[in-house]
């Protein structure tokens, strides 16, 4: 396809006009409908993916896929009781599709629906036991429920399973600095640098685990790291300067 030559080169516009031009003559193609829908959501035209895969889901209404693209497309605009009505559906489709449940779970724990959520990422991980995604999340609902030994637990699974998410590393570093397990948190968070070297939100979690490891030249250092990201300067200026009094 001509299209995906264009894609390759980076030229999405050119890639969705002569997208564009295979549709029109093949206007029942589930297949065009669904690259072309991938195109606009690269080129940030989220309206144009929702009414691509809508029409899709038109001629295909069983297809447990479409419908679960359909709720991230809906994700994207925020539209979260349209996405979360289409992921439902795609499980009444097909009870197994783990990946749906995931992305269920995920969206009512950004929504605070945290028991929802919780019960809808177990269901992806009684699926598929070696889902890293769904267990990194799991500890996020974990922790903010307060069950924090059940949030390591997990953020440590997550890691097992996938050695290179710094995110979950990240994370596993802040859950045991909550609970006071500074060496574990020192250890998580150095993974989390080993694999992304100026990701501010470990460096902010070494600080902390040094500081209270009563390593002050160590932990400064970490918080000058994190401030260089203009989200994490307010708080880690607040603890250079509380180690600077001596605090």
Request: charged share 25%; net charge positive; no cysteine.
């Amino acid at each position: 396809l001509l299209g995906r030559v264009y894609e390759i080169l980076g030229r999405i516009d050119r890639a969705i006009e002569e997208m564009n031009i295979l549709i029109k003559k093949e206007p029942k193609s589930v297949n065009l409908m669904i690259y072309l829908a991938r195109l606009y959501s690269m080129n940030a035209q989220p309206e144009e993916t929702i009414r691509l895969i809508k029409d899709a889901v038109k001629i295909d209404q069983e297809n447990d896929t479409l419908y679960h693209s359909l709720a991230l497309a809906y994700i994207s605009v925020g539209q979260y009781d349209q996405a979360i009505d289409k992921m439902q559906k795609a499980i009444s489709i097909n009870g197994n599709y783990y990946q749906a449940y995931y992305s269920l779970g995920s969206l009512y724990l950004s929504e605070g629906k945290l028991i929802k959520a919780q019960d809808a990422l177990k269901s992806a991980l009684l699926l598929n036991s070696t889902y890293a995604k769904a267990y990194g999340a799991l500890g996020a609902v974990e922790q903010r429920l307060g069950n924090i030994i059940e949030s390591i637990k997990n953020y440590k699974k997550a890691v097992e399973l996938d050695s290179k998410s710094y995110d979950n590393h990240y994370r596993l570093s802040s859950i045991y600095n909550i609970n006071k397990q500074y060496e574990a948190a020192k250890k998580a968070a150095k993974e989390s640098l080993n694999i992304k070297r100026n990701y501010a939100p470990a460096h902010f979690e070494l600080g902390i685990a040094e500081k209270s490891l009563g390593n002050k030249v160590a932990a400064i250092a970490s918080f000058e790291n994190a401030k260089k990201d203009r989200k994490w300067r307010e708080s880690a200026e607040y603890e250079i300067d509380l180690l600077s009094k001596g605090l």
